[in-house]
């Protein structure tokens, strides 16, 4: 039994089904196409080995809540759920806990790309491996993010660091206002609805069942052990649940005795159909927290991390003019072009306080494995983080030590 049908429900069903597992996949969504799976930038990210919680990350956040138009803020008033949460972020914002997350990360977004190519390079979903650009406006901006690319390449990761001019000569499709680039070589991208519906086809073919708009109410638990998970009027029963069921594994966390910390990171998106101009190489506004994607259907703009608790809170007008004047201000091109025309999109990410996903069997849940707290990089890390769960469930060996990624550290 699968809770939650994101990507990373979704890969973990499919290597389920792989190793022999029937498969029932409960989606509290009543129609497919509304999650974070859906509407995020499409980036396979190993250049992404620093979690969210690193040195100076907290003070860089304080800052930026200066501003209602910035890339980041809080959801209402920080009450004291939201306060633990914040607490816990700022004890893990250490050098210590970089080194040690860093090497994880890095594995894991490797794993899960070489699974996108092996695993699903049959599926139609416009994957490439191009690299991603992260573009800074500034030249201290550019020299940050030099000091990271020299962090990448002590990982084995390949950078190139672009001046105005050698960014202008790198990049073709697009006029950049900015004093340079990084270029990370082994990140990749693609068009998120195009592989979660071909994913979503593979995992029904396969023999899963996928029940939409089937909302987990709770537990029944024996012995250490789940019996059935209780809907609005039913039970089920299983050998086997995954909780992967993003924002809300917290809230269900609890149902089942456990402490999972998470808070909803809201962000928001636009795809212009028919942009003025095109980029050859997704990107990241450094600056402005924008990721830029060239998808099948247009190209996509990401951004924001409004922190909150899980929900459907109303959209953040001021948040979406900080995401639209990123944008003009980091292409010429979009200068004088309409971005309000495109239809917004928003969604909310599942953020652990120190930025490591929480993967692996919980204590006294003998039949029981969680899989979520992927934050921005859930598309990045759906696939590993499938096989992950199936490797757990089959009690063989993870590919990946589960350590650093316990959901038993809040225990």
Not at 189 to 210: D, K, N, Q, Y
Request: with cysteine; aromatic share 8%; glycine share 10%.
């Amino acid at each position: 039994m699968v809770v939650g049908a994101g990507v990373v429900g979704l890969c973990a069903a499919d290597a389920l089904l792989r190793r022999g597992f029937r498969v029932t996949v409960l989606e509290r969504d009543a129609r497919p196409g509304e999650g974070c799976s859906y509407g995020n930038g499409g980036l396979i990210v190993p250049s992404h080995f620093e979690p969210l919680a690193a040195p100076g990350m907290a003070i860089s956040g304080l800052r930026m809540l200066r501003s209602k138009e910035s890339p980041f803020g809080f959801q209402g008033l920080p009450g004291l759920e939201m306060a633990s949460w914040i607490a816990r972020f700022m004890k893990a914002g250490t050098k210590a806990h970089v080194a040690r997350c860093a090497p994880v990360l890095r594995d894991m977004n490797l794993a899960s790309r070489s699974l996108f190519e092996e695993r699903y390079g049959d599926l139609e979903a416009w994957y490439a491996r191009r690299g991603e650009l992260m573009v800074c406006r500034t030249a201290a901006g550019l020299e940050a993010e030099a000091r990271l690319a020299r962090k990448a390449v002590k990982l084995g990761l390949r950078t190139e660091v672009l001046d105005r001019a050698a960014l202008a000569e790198f990049e073709k499709g697009i006029e950049y206002e900015a004093a340079g680039a990084v270029y990370f070589e082994d990140d990749a991208h693609l068009t998120p609805p195009l592989f979660m519906s071909a994913l979503r086809r593979r995992v029904e073919a396969e023999g899963a069942e996928i029940r939409d708009g089937a909302e987990v109410r709770g537990f029944q638990k024996k012995d250490g052990r789940v019996e059935s998970v209780r809907l609005r009027d039913e039970e089920i029963e299983a050998d086997e649940y995954v909780l992967a069921a993003g924002v809300w594994s917290g809230v269900l966390a609890r149902e089942l005795g456990l402490r999972l910390p998470l808070l909803a990171g809201k962000g928001y998106g636009f795809t212009v159909k028919e942009p003025p101009a095109t980029p050859d190489y997704p990107a990241i506004l450094v600056d402005g927290r924008v990721a830029v994607t060239p998808m099948q259907d247009g190209l996509r703009f990401v951004g924001t991390m409004e922190l909150g608790l899980p929900g459907d809170p109303v959209r953040n007008e001021a948040r979406l003019r900080g995401l639209r004047r990123s944008i003009a201000e980091a292409y010429p091109a979009f200068r004088d072009f309409d971005l309000t025309q495109s239809a917004v999109w928003s969604g909310l990410r599942p953020c652990p306080p120190d930025g490591m996903p929480y993967l692996g069997r919980p204590k006294g849940l003998a039949n029981v494995v969680v899989a979520t707290g992927h934050a921005m990089m859930g598309m990045s890390l759906g696939p590993v983080s499938g096989e992950l769960v199936a490797q757990v469930a089959a009690d063989e060996r993870p590919l990946i030590p589960l350590e650093l990624l316990s959901p038993n550290r809040y225990a």
